[in-house]
């Protein structure tokens, strides 16, 4: 069975600072996302990961997959404010369609 | 939207009653999926589908079911809603291999 597993689940952090969220998962798979979420929202898609050593990149925010490795990272750069939100990553197995979700970072951002 | 609806967008229920969720597309996916988000839990499978009548069981099935009889139509059922049923609900559509989800904008249904 697909375990994801997320870390911090939640992170504090100053604007203009550097962080990383981290994203594991237990079983072979080489199809990663990565949502955000805002408070009381629906959740919206950032990156598609597709195979090992993809790298994604909008704005302050760059993803990774490593597939040997099993770990995606969400690598936030000088936050802002606006980056406040919770941030899914999401395992599409490769045996069926069933698509896991780790818990959730919820960010929050301090001026 | 994000071309996927969910009907209600509210519901309270009384225990021990069916209730019957909604989610319909308007962009012929191929997959549909329903999750639930609990606080601590994120987000939950409860089923999917992978076509017209193809559905399958997801990490939190029990107590519920589903049905697909159209391409646009994915409906969620708690056969006799219990408390634990408390929760938003979120419906997703997704095009193809490696594509990503298209979230509703969820359901909240408490159950009293």
């Known amino acids: 069975e697909l375990k994801v597993e997320q870390n911090p689940l939640f992170l504090s952090m100053q604007e203009g600072k550097n962080y990383t969220i981290y994203c594991n998962y237990s079983?072979?798979?080489?199809?990663l996302y990565w949502y955000r979420q805002d408070p009381g929202k629906s959740l919206e898609s950032l990156f598609v990961l597709l195979s090992n050593g993809a790298v994604k990149q909008e704005g302050r925010l760059m993803a990774s997959l490593d597939t040997k490795a099993r770990l995606s990272t969400l690598h936030i750069t000088a936050a802002v404010h606006d980056l406040s939100a919770t941030y899914f990553c999401a395992v599409d197995t490769n045996r069926d369609d069933k698509i896991i979700f780790g818990k959730g970072t919820r960010l929050h951002i301090l001026p | 939207d994000a071309g996927i609806t969910q009907s209600p967008r509210h519901k309270v229920t009384e225990t021990g009653t069916p209730v019957t969720l909604r989610c319909h597309q308007t962009?012929?996916?191929?997959?549909m999926y329903w999750y639930r988000q609990d606080p601590g839990h994120g987000l939950r499978l409860i089923h999917y589908s992978y076509g017209v009548k193809d559905t399958d069981k997801g990490e939190v099935s029990d107590g519920y079911s589903v049905s697909r009889s159209k391409t646009e139509d994915f409906l969620l059922t708690l056969e006799s809603a219990t408390s634990s049923q408390t929760s938003v609900y979120f419906c997703a559509r997704k095009e193809s291999w490696g594509s990503p989800l298209h979230f509703g904008n969820g359901t909240r249904l408490t159950v009293t």
């Open positions: 079983t072979t798979s080489d199809r």
């Open positions: 962009e012929n996916h191929r997959y």
